[in-house]
């Protein structure tokens, strides 16, 4: 009854993971947007979503039946999440004007997809039990997992020294510590260690993201409309500028009344 009762709240808890991690995925959906429109990354970085395409990939291997049996929660959210990733990517390589960033970036994911690939042909060739695919898939998995919640960790310096937190997304940060949270406690439901430390690792690292996020809020509301500010002085000023040079109609310029 214990037991039945334990493996309901279980699921429960990794249905709920599972979609608050399918949010996690989604929620550079407003960056891409913006570098959509503006027909440029700036300096949005690549590491957050290099990181994730990996640590997807790697529970993908770890939720297969024959490594990690009773998984299919997180097969499915990993699965959608490698999809996502894929997506994020393309449209990076899209709008990165770099031509070195860019190499840099394809030549990450060709590397990231063949690691992928011989670590899959390795467990399931070497290795004969499930017991041992777990431990070495896991630990695996355990550095992945760190990684892809320490990699927003990398806008941080950018952060500090700019006191600005424009280029760190704010609901990047929030999924992820929600994320992290749900995970942490269905790995208690029963332990689950390969679940549990890189999950409770990152809940630590995402309120980290969203401290320095509250710390330098209104200092960046500040930076932002001083530069539209500026922008605007800008302009006016080269409008007199054209205006004195004869270039421009005074009358035009001001919207004068005759």
Known sequence: MVSHLVNTIRNVVGITGNVIALFLFLSP????????KKGSVEQFSPVPY??????????VI????????????????????TAIEVVFLTLFLIFCHDKKKRLKVLLIIMVELIFMAALATLILTVLHTTQRRSIIVGIIAILFNVMMYAAPLSVMKLVITTKSVEYMPFFLS????????AWTTYAFLPFDPFIAVPNGVGTIFSLAQLLLYATYY???????AARKEAK?????????????NGDVDPKKTAGATP
């Open 29 to 36: 959906v407003p960056t891409f947007i913006r570098i959509w």
């Open 50 to 59: 290099l990181a994730t395409l990996i640590n997807c990939i790697v529970w």
């Open 62 to 81: 770890y939720g297969l039946p024959m490594v990690h049996p009773n998984s299919i929660l997180v097969i499915t959210i990993n699965a959608a999440g």
């Open 174 to 181: 929030l999924a992820s510590f929600a994320n992290g949270v």
């Open 218 to 224: 209104k200092s960046t509301k500040r930076i932002i």
């Open 232 to 244: 605007m002085e800008m302009h006016i000023s080269l409008s007199e500028a054209a205006v004195a």
